[in-house]
């Protein structure tokens, strides 16, 4: 799967008994949101895909890989559609 060699790229997991999966959850999105809000579409997909790979339980959600595709495909290039789908991870 593409979505794991890339995120395994990137950095880290983060043990799981450091931070919760529902916190880290948070954390992605909050970070993620705030790039998009900006305007930085592109930046925020890559941040949210990279910080949900640094956790053992958040790495393997099967949404990253449809939120990979739809990017390349030009389908989340409207902020309050990225936002919309990355907060519908759960």
């Known amino acids: 799967m593409y979505v794991n060699f ?15 999966r529902e916190d880290h959850l948070r954390f992605c999105k909050e970070r993620a949101i705030e790039l998009a ?8 997909v890559m941040s949210f895909m990279s910080d949900m790979g640094k956790h053992p339980k958040t790495a393997e959600h099967p949404a990253l890989e449809l939120l990979f595709i739809r990017n390349a495909m030009g389908h989340l290039k409207i902020k309050g559609e990225l936002i919309e789908f990355i907060n519908g991870f759960n």
Do not use: I, N
């Not at 890339?6 to 043990?15: A, F, K, N, Q, W």
């Not at 809000?37 to 925020?44: F, I, M, R, Y």
């Open 37 to 44: 809000e900006a305007g930085k579409l592109d930046d925020a």
């Open 6 to 20: 890339l995120c395994s790229c990137v950095g880290e997991r983060t043990p799981s008994s450091t931070v919760s």
